[in-house]
């Protein structure tokens, strides 16, 4: 119960009693644009910090408006792993016949930035939701996208895992590897605002995979979250954090 309440912890000091001004743009499988919209996701925290009330209020570019509601969660509750400043959620098995999806993100500062996936039901990659916010406004004016020629090699990490029961692990130093080198038949794609993915094109039961997010939040630092699966499904998620060396 104690890893739990951390969790829910870690909810509520980095992420709720807050909204979040995002600019959602969908992309295909070949990493095309599809569309991008606006959405305000709101955590309001109960008085008594036992629930946490959560809606997306939606507007998309033909100026249709949307909420939705979600919750409430209930102390110590959550779908998500809450570790430090980032988080991720999703499924936990992998079945052919049925959707895979996930997201994982992260807070720095008046920031979050996550990515989302989703797997139709014969496994193959359907599409990914890149998700810059702020506390203030709509990220309108993204910087450019990274470039694996972008991103320096001498970074120094730290890194800790969360197992799905919230059993988090000390912190030991990690080295740096570019997504090009840990994945090299995987999908990878660098967006605007330093954010980036590698993922699988095809998921298969039975079969080991990872899918794993960074985040450059400027030119000293960098955070990459890696959801681990085995054959038996989600064993793990992974924070690391790494600053550049000097």
């Known amino acids: 119960m104690e890893a739990q309440l951390e969790n829910w912890d870690n909810f509520c000091r980095h992420h709720a009693n807050n909204d979040w001004y995002g600019t959602w743009t969908r992309y295909d499988s070949d990493g095309q644009i599809i569309e991008s919209f606006h959405c305000i996701r709101s955590f309001k925290i109960s008085p008594d910090a036992s629930e946490i009330y959560h809606q997306n209020h939606y ?17 110590p509750i959550t779908r998500a792993l809450f570790l430090d400043n980032s988080f991720s959620w999703g499924s936990t098995e992998i079945e052919i ?15 979050r930035a996550s990515v989302a996936s989703l797997y139709d039901s014969a496994g193959s990659l359907e599409k990914i939701v890149v998700i810059p916010e702020t506390l203030t406004n709509f990220p309108e004016k993204p910087n450019s996208p990274l470039s694996e020629k972008d991103i320096p090699n001498n970074w120094r990490g730290t890194g800790k895992t969360m197992t799905p029961d919230w059993i988090v692990s000390p912190a030991s130093e ?49 955070q990459r979250g890696i959801r681990n699966y085995d054959a038996s499904g989600f064993t793990n998620f992974k924070l690391e954090t790494f600053n550049l060396a000097i």
């Open 59 to 75: 507007t998309y570019a033909d100026g249709k408006k949307e909420t939705k509601t979600f919750g409430p969660y209930h102390k």
């Open 97 to 111: 016949g049925s959707n895979f999806g996930f997201e994982t993100g992260f807070r720095y500062e008046d920031r």
């Open 174 to 222: 990690t080295s740096w590897h570019r997504l090009e080198n840990i994945g090299s038949d995987y999908l990878i794609l660098h967006f605007f605002d330093g954010i980036s993915i590698s993922c699988p094109r095809n998921i298969h039961p039975g079969k080991d995979l990872f899918v794993s997010v960074d985040w450059q939040i400027n030119s000293n630092l960098l």
